[in-house]
């Protein structure tokens, strides 16, 4: 008998699916890009683009088929702007996008590189082309954030990962008008002792809505004594109480197994910061950066994550 379970994703055999050898102008590495659906059913991804001094930017690729033939932009989308946002000296990175009915705009929820090490930036589009810059609206140290799509009970939420070192929780946040939160919340600690998901953890792509609540990836890490491996896990919270954890993963779901994960600038990473659902409705097509080199694509099935929430009583 084979009691093993069936995993959750299925990488793309033409794995990784953008390099920075597809880049129309020279830059050291792609990875983690934040993922949207636009109108006319084009994959876009916001693509962190490190250059050749370290430092990141956007780009935008559109692809009809979210696999292959990426138009990439000519020249950074949304370049850093520290003349006017101090706050981006040092760069722009791991953008989640959401797309927001209310505004018909897309929420650009990303990381700027302050002085004082990582804060959490906003920005809204209505095209990809011209952005509206809100610019910091969680002070360093915190990263990792997304906005939902929607208010619930009259408030804009924000899922973050401020940093109490050395731990690292997810928090969530209300706001009326985009700009100023608070209402602080812790809703997921990461986990003590050898657990893979121990003492540092934060949100993977935008939290997607499904009938039976928020379905949460999220990244944990594992500190070892060769570096750190960067797995990914499951939550659901409620839809209603947002803050309210109703379920979560102890195994992890998806982890750092093929060469190009494993190997590159940070070995042993996935880091997915968007997803996509396909027309069925249940197929999610989750976009993460391998090894802080590259865009890699999995897929998964809803349906099958939200069964496997049910089986943790
Ligand atoms: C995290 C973020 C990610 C990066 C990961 C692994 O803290 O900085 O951008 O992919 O580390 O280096």
């Avoid at 683009?49 to 430092?55: Q, S």
């Avoid at 996509?276 to 080199?293: C, E, H, I, N, Q």
Wanted: glycine fraction near 8%; hydrophobic fraction near 35%; include cysteine.
């Amino acid at each position: 008998m084979n009691n093993r379970q069936p995993e959750l994703f299925s990488r793309h055999k033409h794995n990784p699916i953008l390099t920075a050898a597809d880049w129309p102008y020279s830059v050291h590495t792609v990875f983690n890009p934040g993922a949207t659906l636009l109108p006319d059913g084009t994959t876009l991804l916001l693509c962190r683009v490190e250059d050749r001094r370290g430092l990141s930017h956007l780009c935008a690729a559109r692809s009809a088929n979210g696999v292959d033939n990426w138009q990439v932009d000519p020249q950074p989308t949304l370049p850093a702007d520290p003349e006017h946002f101090p706050e981006e000296i040092w760069g722009i990175e791991d953008p989640r996008i959401t797309y927001v009915p209310e505004l018909g705009k897309y929420a650009i929820v990303y990381t700027a590189y302050t002085r004082d090490g990582p804060g959490v930036s906003l920005a809204v589009t209505k095209d990809f082309h011209e952005f509206e810059r809100y610019g910091v609206i969680m002070s360093p140290e915190d990263k990792d954030a997304a906005l939902f799509p929607h208010r619930v009970n009259g408030q804009w939420l924000l899922v973050h990962r401020p940093v109490s070192a050395p731990r690292a929780h997810m928090w969530i946040s209300y706001s009326l008008d985009l700009r100023h939160w608070g209402d602080h919340k812790l809703i997921l600690e990461a986990r003590h002792g050898a657990w893979w998901d121990a003492n540092k953890i934060g949100l993977s792509p935008p939290p997607i809505e499904t009938p039976q609540g928020w379905l949460v990836i999220y990244h944990g890490v594992r500190q070892t004594p060769s570096g750190c491996i960067y797995r990914l896990g499951l939550a659901l919270f409620d839809l209603r109480e947002p803050e309210r954890c109703l379920k979560r993963t102890d195994e992890w779901v998806f982890g750092p197994e093929e060469i190009y994960e494993q190997r590159g600038d940070v070995d042993h990473v996935v880091f997915p910061c968007g997803a996509t659902v396909a027309p069925d409705g249940d197929t999610l097509r989750l976009y993460y950066g391998a090894a802080d080199s590259n865009i890699s694509l999995a897929t998964g099935s809803i349906r099958a994550m939200l069964e496997r929430l049910d089986e943790k009583k």
